[in-house]
């Protein structure tokens, strides 16, 4: 992995800051769009790849420090910020279960999976491939964060998710090696980090949700809510990604999507039922939280399949692209 090149005044900022030895720094106010801005979230995503596998050349002792932290709280701001302008929130009304279904059925309206599965083209197969790889090749790693800060029903029904997520013990079949395995197949880069210099904002702001509502205690419910409505969303479009890569003859590299056909037709009636309808009712203040998490994804998930499908009708590609010229993977 290759440090990525910045993008603007806040990515400028943090890079020049990182690649020196942990000293105190001040940092402008962000600015940009903060739901899929590019500068703005690859800054944020920095911040958090400090607690995922760290950066390369820059010093593990940057994860804790004070200057850091303070610019990672003031992004998280205006992330949130941002998202509750956009999504209703306050307290739940009905059945926790109930409102989540009904939150999926919104995605429905727009289907990426669809086009993958009838129309893309092996390029846009790996375009698509390589945007999910900043959240795949570090697959259940967020939700995990959460793990001590659950008790009970909740906890129990996380962790058995999550042992699936991470191979049961098998390392072959760990969920993010899986990917890896499905990269290669397709002739791309598994290596950690590898793609993330041409990963749009509005890519790496659905990674950068997870981190923020994992990495902070008081979002916990909002976490809960995230994984239960990744997991309900997830059976029938792998079935069409695998699909779509069997039309295209690509065979080989649909082992990712053909586990996740079945594991999360299983991992949904946990989540939605063991996992989240019980955090609902052990602790009855943080369903609002659950059903915010649970539409955050969705509001992000449609943001980042409109940016691919109308990149591509339009003839481009959907990688970030800097004043530089157009990057492209091919
Ligand atoms: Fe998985
Ligand atoms: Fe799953």
């Known amino acids: 992995m290759l440090l990525p090149e910045p993008r603007g005044p806040l990515s400028r900022h943090l890079l020049e800051r990182l690649v020196q030895p942990p000293h105190d720094f001040s940092s402008p106010p962000p600015e940009g769009d903060a ?17 995922y596998r760290g950066l390369p050349g820059v010093s593990e002792e940057w ?19 941002a998202l509750c ?19 999926t059925e919104t995605e429905c309206e727009f289907s990426l999976a669809d086009y993958m599965r009838f129309r893309s083209t092996i390029e846009e197969f790996k375009e698509f491939v390589v945007h ?9 790693d967020p939700h995990s964060w959460v793990i001590p800060r659950l008790s009970g029903r909740a906890k129990a029904a996380l962790v058995e ?20 395995d499905t990269m290669e197949s397709l002739g791309l880069d598994s290596e950690y980090g590898a793609y993330v210099n041409v990963i749009p904002g509005v890519s790496l702001a659905t990674v950068n949700l997870m981190s923020m509502l994992g990495l902070n205690r008081r979002w916990r ?14 059976s029938v479009p792998n079935s069409k990604y695998a699909s779509g890569l069997r039309r295209l003859g690509a065979d080989e590299a649909t082992e990712f999507y ?13 989540a939605v039922h063991d996992m989240a309808a019980a955090l609902a009712e052990d602790e009855p203040a943080l369903a609002g939280d659950i059903l915010f998490g649970a539409r955050a994804l969705v509001e ?24 530089a010229g157009e990057q492209q993977v091919r």
């Not at 999910?132 to 259940?140: M, T």
């Open 35 to 51: 739901i899929g801005g590019d500068d703005f979230h690859l800054a944020l995503y920095l911040c958090y790849e400090l607690h």
């Open 258 to 270: 053909d586990e996740h056909v079945e594991a999360d037709a299983a991992h949904e009636m946990i």
């Open 63 to 81: 994860e804790w420090h004070p200057s850091v932290i303070v610019l990672r709280r003031s992004l998280e701001a205006d992330f949130e910020e």
């Open 300 to 323: 992000l998930d449609v943001a980042f399949a409109r940016h691919l499908m109308n990149s591509w009708a339009a003839g481009r590609s959907s990688f970030y692209t800097s004043h």
């Open 132 to 140: 999910r790889s900043a959240y795949q090749l570090k697959e259940a």
């Open 221 to 234: 419910g909002a976490a809960v809510g995230h994984l239960a409505v990744f997991e309900m969303t997830s």
């Open 161 to 180: 998710i999550q042992a699936d997520e991470y191979g049961s013990g098998s390392p072959e079949r760990i969920h993010a090696r899986l990917f890896a």
């Open 85 to 103: 302008t956009q999504i209703p929130t306050g307290p739940a009304e009905d059945d926790i279960a109930v409102q989540l279904h009904a939150v």
